[in-house]
Nanobody
Framework: QAQLEESGGGLVQAGGSLRLSCAAS????????MGWYRQTPGNQRELVAT???????NYADSVKDRFTISRDNAKNTVYLQMNSLKPEDTAVYYC???????WGQGTQVTVSS
């Protein structure tokens, strides 16, 4: 069964850093665009960043220059390095394989002021 599993969330002070990881089964990773999304209570899930198999990236304006998405194709893993975190970055972060129904279970990121 295709799976995505996130890790690395937690509580951090404003200005701090966290690194999220998402391990995927090969059938939903290779050659796919991978994305990180986030959601806060009462709001729709929003795109944070995407990365193609080639390494081409795309970011939401709100995280540009602070977050970096990367992938290790040999390990079927996608990462989200989050620096200069702000309280408004607090959310549940999800990993997703674009073009499929595959989503991770989510990992909570909480940034205290």
């Amino acid at each position: 069964q295709a799976q995505l599993e996130e890790s690395g969330g937690g509580l951090v002070q404003a200005g701090g850093s966290l690194r999220l990881s998402c391990a995927a089964s090969g059938s939903i990773f290779s050659f796919y665009i991978m994305g990180w999304y986030r959601q806060t209570p009462g709001n729709q899930r929003e795109l944070v960043a995407t990365i193609a198999f080639s390494g081409s990236t795309n970011y939401a304006d709100s995280v540009k220059d602070r977050f970096t998405i990367s992938r290790d194709n040999a390990k079927n893993t996608v990462y989200l390095q989050m620096n200069s975190l702000k309280p408004e970055d607090t959310a549940v972060y999800y990993c997703h394989t674009l073009g499929t129904s595959a989503w991770g279970q989510g990992t909570q990121v909480t940034v205290s002021s």
